[in-house]
C-alpha cells in the first residue's frame, strides 16, 4: 500500500512539462510584450492558489479570490495599457468616485429601487397572487389564463415602458407601472403552479376534518404553495429592477439610476456609469437576498432549506 | 371535440374578454381629448359620438385594438420590406441581433459549464459568480456598451448581439452545469466500470442526460437576447423594433409603439415557439419525451 502511495507522489515527474507550460506561455507572452507576460503571470498565480484552496472546503474563500483577482487583473490592465477613461475606468476611479458621489448615488437609489421598483414589485405580485386565489375556484378561468400567462411572460413587455411613461408621467408612478406589468405574469404563473401543489391525500385530509374551503388555502394550500410562491418573487426581483431602470430610460425626472445611467453615457463620464450599475448590482443582490432570507423563515420545512453537510 | 371545450375555448374567451377591456379602457383614456376638442369647439358631443371619436383618434392615448390591427397590416403587408417605414425590416434588423447574440451567449455558456462540470477549482471560482449575477440588472449596461463601442468604431449589429449575447449567456451556464450534473451516481459509476474516459461520458452520458436543462435555459436565454436586442436599439436610432419604440414615443405615435410592440410579441413567441418545437424533436430523439 505504501509503495503505491509513493508512486502516485512521485507521478508528477514524467508530466513534469505539463505543471511548467502555463509558465513557459506567460514567458512567451512576456516576449511579445511584458504587460501580457505580467497579466497572465498574475492570473497564473492566482488560478494556482485556487486550484490548491479548492481542495478543500473553502468555497467562499475561492470564489472571493476569484473575484479579488478579476478586480486586480481589471485594474493592471487599464493601467498598464493606460485605457482611456472613456472606453474602460480602472477600479480605484470607479470606487473613488462612488465615494465622492454617495449623496447623489443615494438619492437615486432612493427614486429608482425603493420609490420605483420596491412598489411596483409589491403591487404586481400583491396583484398576481390576488388575481391566482381569484380565479383558484374556476377551472375555466384557470385553463384559460394559465396558457396566456405563459405567453405574456415571455414577451419583451420592457416595451412597454415608452407607452407607460406616456401614461403616469415622468415620475416614479411611470416606473412603478412598468414593475407591476413585468412581475405580473411570472408571479401568477408561480402562484397557480403553487396552489396545486398540495397533494390529494392532504386535501382529503382536510376534508375528513370538515374544513371549509378557505380553511384549507389558509391552512394548507397556501403553506404547500410558498417554495413556488418564493420562487417566482425572487425572479420578480431583478425584473423589477430591471423595469425600474429600463423605464427611466424613456424619461424621468432628473433623478434616479436609469436617468444617471443614460445621461452620464452621453457625456462620456464612464465612472459615474460603472458607480451606478456597481449600485444596481449591489441592490440587485440586496434585495434578492432579503427575499431569499424571508423564504428561508418562512419554508424552514422544505427540503431545500435544510443545511448542507 | 373535447379537447377543444376544454383548452380552447377558455383561451379564446380570456382573450375576447381581453379586446373588450382594451375596447373601454380606450374609449375611456381618450374621452378626455375628446371633450376638450369639443369644448373648443363649443359643441356638447352625445355619448355615442364621443365614444365614435376615441376609436378614430389620430393620435390617441391609447389606441383601440382594431386601430393598431390596420396599422400593423399596413406596416407589415403594405409596405415594401426594403422600406424603412416596414415592420418586417425593423423586425429583422432586432432578430438578426437577437440570434447572433443568442449564438454566442449559447456557445460561451455551455463552453463555461463544460469547465465547471470537469475542473473542481473553476466550479468553486466561477460558479458563485455566475448565480450571483443573475440578481444583477445586467440590462442597465446596455446603453453603455452600445455607445462606448460606438465610440470606438464598432455599431450596429455587434453591440447590440454582445448585450443579447450577456443576457443569454447566465440562464445557460446555470442550466448547462445542474444539466450535465444530472446523472445519478449509479449511471456515473456504470460508465466507471465501462472504464471509459472523461470525454466519452461527456458524450454518451452527460450531454444527453443535460437537454431537457439546456432546452429549458435556451428559452429563457432566447427571450431574454431579444429583449437585450431591443434594449440595446434605444441609444442610436439606427433601425429596429427598439428604436421603433423610442422614435414613437418621442414623437408621440402611439399607434406606431403599438405596432411595434405586436411585432416584437410576436417575434417572441416565434422564437420561442421554434425552441420549444427543436425541444421536443430532439428529446423524442433521445427517448425523453414526456
Known amino acids: 500500500m505504501s509503495s503505491l502511495e509513493e508512486n502516485v507522489g512521485r507521478d508528477w515527474q514524467p508530466t513534469q512539462w505539463r505543471n511548467w507550460a502555463p509558465v513557459l506561455v506567460a514567458l512567451a507572452l512576456g516576449a511579445i510584450d ?69 449623496p447623489i448615488l443615494w438619492g437615486d437609489f432612493v427614486q429608482t429601487a425603493i420609490k420605483g421598483a420596491l412598489s411596483g414589485y409589491i403591487m404586481g405580485c400583491g396583484a398576481a397572487v390576488i388575481t391566482a386565489v381569484l380565479i383558484d375556484r374556476s377551472k375555466f378561468l384557470q385553463s384559460g389564463l394559465l396558457p396566456v400567462a405563459n405567453f405574456a411572460a415571455a414577451l419583451p413587455i420592457v416595451g412597454t ?79 423589477a429592477l430591471i423595469g425600474a431602470i429600463v423605464a427611466e430610460f424613456f424619461g424621468s425626472p432628473t433623478q434616479g439610476m436609469g436617468f444617471r445611467i443614460s445621461t452620464a453615457v452621453g457625456q462620456l463620464a464612464l465612472d459615474t456609469v460603472w458607480a451606478e450599475i456597481t449600485i444596481a448590482a449591489l441592490a440587485g443582490s440586496a434585495f434578492y437576498g432579503a427575499v431569499a432570507l424571508i423564504e428561508r423563515g418562512v419554508t424552514f420545512w422544505h427540503p431545500s432549506q435544510r443545511r448542507q453537510r | 371535440m373535447n379537447w377543444i371545450r376544454t383548452h380552447v375555448w377558455p383561451i379564446v374567451a380570456v382573450l375576447l374578454a381581453l379586446i373588450v377591456v382594451w375596447y373601454v379602457a380606450a374609449a375611456w383614456m381618450n374621452s378626455q381629448w375628446t371633450l376638450d376638442q369639443a369644448a373648443r369647439a363649443q359643441t356638447t358631443p352625445s355619448f355615442g359620438e364621443i365614444v365614435a371619436d376615441t376609436m378614430a ?79 444583477i440588472p445586467i440590462l442597465a449596461i446596455a446603453p453603455m456598451i452600445i455607445v462606448v463601442l460606438n465610440s470606438i468604431g464598432i455599431s450596429g449589429l455587434i453591440p447590440k448581439a454582445i448585450i443579447s449575447a450577456y443576457l443569454s449567456f447566465f440562464p445557460v451556464v446555470v442550466g448547462m452545469v445542474a444539466g450535465l450534473r444530472s446523472p445519478d451516481s449509479m449511471q456515473m459509476d456504470l460508465l466507471k466500470t465501462y472504464n471509459a474516459s472523461p470525454v466519452q461520458v461527456l458524450f ?28 440595446g436599439e434605444l441609444p442610436v436610432q439606427q433601425g429596429g423594433l427598439g428604436a421603433r419604440l423610442l422614435g414613437g414615443s418621442y414623437y408621440g405615435q402611439t399607434i406606431q409603439m403599438w405596432a411595434a410592440l405586436f411585432m416584437a410579441a410576436i417575434l417572441a413567441a416565434i422564437l420561442v415557439f421554434t425552441v420549444a418545437r427543436i425541444e421536443s424533436g430532439v428529446l423524442k430523439r433521445l427517448g425523453m419525451a414526456r
Open chain 2, 204 to 231: 454518451k452520458l452527460r450531454l444527453p442526460a443535460s437537454m431537457p436543462f439546456l432546452f429549458a435555459s435556451l428559452k429563457v436565454g432566447i427571450a431574454a437576447a431579444l429583449v437585450g436586442a431591443v434594449v
Open chain 1, 161 to 239: 415602458a415608452p407607452i407607460l411613461v406616456m401614461w403616469f408621467g415622468f415620475d416614479w408612478q411611470s416606473k412603478a407601472a412598468v414593475v407591476v406589468v413585468m412581475v405580473f405574469f411570472p408571479m401568477l404563473i408561480n402562484t397557480m403552479a403553487g396552489l396545486r401543489a398540495s397533494e390529494a391525500m392532504q386535501r382529503d385530509l382536510m376534508r375528513t376534518y370538515g374544513a371549509s374551503y378557505w380553511q384549507t388555502l389558509a391552512k394548507l394550500r397556501f403553506p404547500a404553495a410558498m417554495p413556488f410562491i418564493f420562487n417566482g418573487l425572487k425572479i420578480c426581483t431583478t425584473l
Open chain 2, 57 to 135: 383618434q389620430e393620435r390617441p392615448k391609447l389606441p383601440a385594438p382594431h386601430q393598431v390591427a390596420y396599422s400593423f397590416y399596413d406596416l407589415v403587408f403594405d409596405k415594401k420590406i426594403t422600406s424603412r417605414r416596414s415592420l418586417v425590416y425593423h423586425a429583422w434588423i432586432t432578430l438578426s441581433a437577437t440570434l447572433l447574440g443568442f449564438a454566442i451567449g449559447t456557445g460561451l455558456g455551455i463552453a463555461l459549464a463544460l469547465g465547471i462540470v470537469h475542473n473542481r477549482a473553476m466550479d468553486q471560482s466561477v460558479m458563485p459568480w455566475a448565480i450571483a449575477s443573475q440578481t
Open chain 1, 34 to 102: 511584458w504587460r501580457f507576460g505580467l497579466l497572465f503571470a498574475v492570473w497564473l498565480a492566482s488560478w494556482w492558489t485556487n486550484a490548491v484552496l479548492a481542495r478543500g472546503e473553502r468555497r467562499i474563500l475561492v470564489a472571493a479570490v476569484f473575484g479579488i483577482t478579476m478586480l486586480v487583473l481589471w485594474e493592471m490592465a487599464v493601467r498598464l495599457f493606460a485605457v482611456p477613461l472613456v472606453i474602460l475606468p480602472a477600479p480605484s476611479v470607479i470606487g473613488a468616485r462612488i465615494a465622492i458621489s454617495l
